[in-house]
């Protein structure tokens, strides 16, 4: 542990070690999503479960930047909305609806990612939503849902809805909104999202250059996607070189 995280867990003594490691993860997935390009002032949420707190999940705190974000700092919120340690702490509406959706319907996600980025509304603009135009968008053939766009996510009926769209899939395209995806870790879930943004950007690019496109048969595809979920597969695995970067542009993150 860094000298800056030991000086935070010594002011947080009630934190457990295994809680305070999840938050170290989040903070950092939030300093990634700053450090990429992904942010939309402090509209979007990452979120991820506290460790042995069955309906806690840890959630940014409204009003900070991403890049503001540390591992003291996040809230811990339940499935009913409830602040858990702060309750006076602001919290996004849309955030708590959002996350609590996933959290309380897929019992195998620890963390979700939600972005407003510029390529992936431009995809959830679109009718046909992401083509098999690359390898990353082959990751997810056959494994994207689709939940239509039903204004500002603040009513809480919109949950059922969330959580039946999305089934068991790695990611979602939140028609004319935005991109979200999920993993059973913070480093799978930020794989995700990194995958599914670069699939967009490159549909977008590719379909400006306004020439005929090449789609690989479905045959093709699915073998990708196959190899994607196999148990070899390193999605994931490029976390401890991120946290390696963002140690050495700013560690405050751990704090």
């Known amino acids: 542990m860094s000298p800056t995280a030991a000086v935070s867990r010594a002011a947080k003594?009630?934190?457990?070690?295994?809680?305070?490691?999840?938050?170290v993860n989040l903070a950092a997935c939030y300093r990634l999503a700053e450090h990429f390009g992904w942010t939309d002032l402090i509209y979007t949420h990452i979120s991820a479960r506290v460790p042995d707190e069955p309906g806690h999940f840890l959630l940014n705190r409204f009003g900070l930047l991403f890049d503001e974000v540390t591992a003291s700092n996040l809230i811990k919120v339940d499935l009913e909305g409830n602040l858990v340690d702060e309750p006076d702490a602001p919290m996004h509406r849309a955030g708590f609806v959002i996350h609590s959706a996933i959290h309380g319907g897929r019992d195998d996600v620890d963390c979700v990612i939600h972005t407003h980025s510029k390529a992936g509304v431009a995809v959830a603009a679109m009718k046909d939503g992401l083509l098999p135009l690359s390898q990353h968008a082959q990751l997810f053939f056959g494994r994207v849902s689709y939940h239509d766009y039903e204004g500002l996510a603040i009513d809480i009926d919109e949950r059922q809805r969330l959580v039946r769209d999305l089934g068991s899939n790695p990611v979602m395209i939140l028609r004319n909104h935005g991109l979200l995806a999920v993993g059973t870790s913070i480093p799978l879930a930020f794989s995700n999202l990194f995958n599914?943004?670069?699939?967009?950007?490159?549909?977008?690019?590719?379909?400006?250059?306004?020439?005929?496109?090449?789609?690989?048969?479905?045959?093709?595809?699915?073998?990708?996607?196959?190899?994607?979920?196999?148990?070899?597969?390193?999605?994931?695995?490029?976390?401890?070189?991120?946290?390696?970067?963002?140690?050495?542009?700013?560690?405050?993150?751990r704090t």
């Not at 070690?17 to 999840?22: M, Y």
């Not at 400006?208 to 148990?231: I, Q, W």
């Open 196 to 253: 599914l943004q670069f699939a967009c950007e490159t549909q977008v690019l590719a379909m400006a250059g306004n020439a005929a496109l090449n789609l690989p048969s479905a045959a093709v595809s699915e073998h990708t996607a196959e190899l994607a979920v196999a148990p070899e597969a390193p999605f994931g695995t490029e976390w401890a070189g991120l946290l390696r970067k963002l140690d050495r542009m700013d560690p405050s993150y």
């Open 13 to 23: 003594p009630n934190i457990a070690p295994a809680e305070w490691q999840q938050r």
